[in-house]
């Protein structure tokens, strides 16, 4: 692996909790994802099913997890199974696991080659009442590309039609809201890739620069220090492209007196970081420009102080949008009679900010959750709030990844730079 992989006892563990859930008599299937198809005989970048590394710690496609925790031959109640490798598959594409090397990484004892998942597997069912599959019950998932898992279950619905069908989802979500030690040491190392990226980027930008060229920069570093690339498709937006929240063709020229809104982050080991900085194109802001960045910064540093344990998500985007007004009352862009007449239902701020605040983030940059849950130590969130004025053409945003613990808040980003004066000082040092 060209990461530091975990222990495989955060694996033993997590499948552990996920078992004490199951019911007598049931069992549960995850896949790994697909290799995406690009054209003629092109494929995308592999990038592991969430659900499955959080079990297995296996990086690898065409792999399966079978777990029966009551099943009556004790060495078939954890079962992973991989792709029988041989010399045409080492030659074409490298290395794959063996048995014992998907052992090591998973704590898991009975490997099988994928060759024999259906006569096992038909075996297992006989004796199963309930069976857990793995649908993607985000709540902003849109995709209407069919997935692995939904193949395989369209498949086990049809030959086995007599078994009751439980989501998986319910049990997952609830265990990966809460990051294992070992899972915040492996998001710390993103950050921090991500951080030597925007330092190196400070250095490198000024007016004439393309968008496109700052994204390579970002790139460099990240790949240079055993990242895959970027965590999510990278935002590097510079003036009015930064008030479409969403910008991703980084085509434009940077240009003197604008800003570059930066939303990027390293993967690492298949977790993510997630950080937005608005950095002055030439190396120094406006007056204009800092009074709208610390605006943004004031209601960020607030929001530590709600982003605590026992809050949940649609009370602190509540307490946010009442900060958020008021700074907006402060730049002279709302005024009373705009806070007096607005509809509750779709608040006067929104406006300039119109985006959440907070979402969780792990092993999926915007990670699975019950955002009706209340905050609990080891929970891992994004701070990001923003203002956006199209007919300035100016979008700020400020973000930083977070980790809830019993007193307040970790921030894994704490060292990377956001205050006005050290940006400045690193671009014209």
Request: hydrophobic share 35%.
């Amino acid at each position: 692996m060209r990461y530091k992989t975990l222990d495989s006892s955060l694996y033993i563990k997590n499948r552990k909790n996920f078992m004490k859930q199951m019911p007598a008599r049931s069992l549960a299937v995850f896949n790994s994802n697909d290799v995406m198809p690009m054209n003629a005989d092109g494929t995308m970048t592999f990038w592991q099913n969430s659900d499955l590394f959080y079990l297995t710690g296996i990086d690898q496609e065409e792999s399966i997890l079978v777990l029966f925790p009551d099943f009556d031959n004790d060495s078939w109640r954890e079962i992973l199974f991989v792709t029988e490798t041989n010399e045409h598959i080492a030659v074409w594409e490298g290395h794959k696991y063996t048995k014992e090397e998907a052992t090591a990484a998973s704590g898991i004892p009975t490997v099988m080659w994928l060759s024999q998942f259906e006569t096992v597997f038909n075996t297992l069912m006989a004796e199963a009442e309930q069976v857990f599959i793995n649908t993607n019950e985000h709540i902003r998932n849109a995709t209407p590309v069919e997935t692995r898992d939904m193949r395989f279950i369209k498949w086990l619905q049809e030959r086995y039609p007599a078994h009751q069908y439980r989501k998986a989802a319910p049990i997952l979500y609830d265990l990966r809201a809460i990051k294992d030690p070992q899972e915040i040491t492996q998001m710390e190392r993103a950050c921090k890739i991500t951080e030597d990226a925007f330092r190196r980027t400070l250095k490198f930008v000024k007016p004439g620069v393309k968008e496109y060229e700052v994204e390579a920069e970002v790139l460099h570093e990240f790949v240079r220090q055993g990242s895959k690339g970027f965590a999510y498709t990278p935002i590097v937006a510079s003036g009015a492209n930064a008030c479409v929240l969403h910008y991703i063709e980084n085509k434009d020229v940077c240009k003197d007196g604008e800003l570059l809104l930066m939303d990027v982050g390293a993967e690492y080991g298949n977790y993510n970081a997630d950080m937005t900085r608005a950095i002055p194109v030439n190396g120094r802001y406006t007056q204009r420009q800092k009074d709208v960045y610390n605006a943004v910064l004031r209601v960020m540093k607030e929001c530590y102080k709600i982003l605590t344990p026992g809050n949940r998500i649609p009370e602190y985007h509540k307490e946010v949008g009442k900060l958020m007004e008021s700074e907006l009352l402060g730049l002279g862009l709302l005024d009373k009679t705009d806070i007096k007449n607005q509809d509750p239902a779709n608040p006067a701020y929104k406006k300039y900010f119109m985006h959440g605040t907070s979402h969780h983030i792990g092993l999926d940059v915007h990670d699975v959750g019950n955002i009706y849950r209340e905050f609990e130590p080891g929970m891992v969130f994004t701070i990001e709030p923003g203002i956006y004025i199209q007919n300035e053409g100016l979008g700020i945003r400020l973000e930083n990844d977070v980790v809830i613990t019993k007193d307040g808040h970790h921030d894994m980003m704490g060292n990377i730079p956001i205050e006005i004066d050290e940006i400045e000082d690193i671009m014209n040092s």
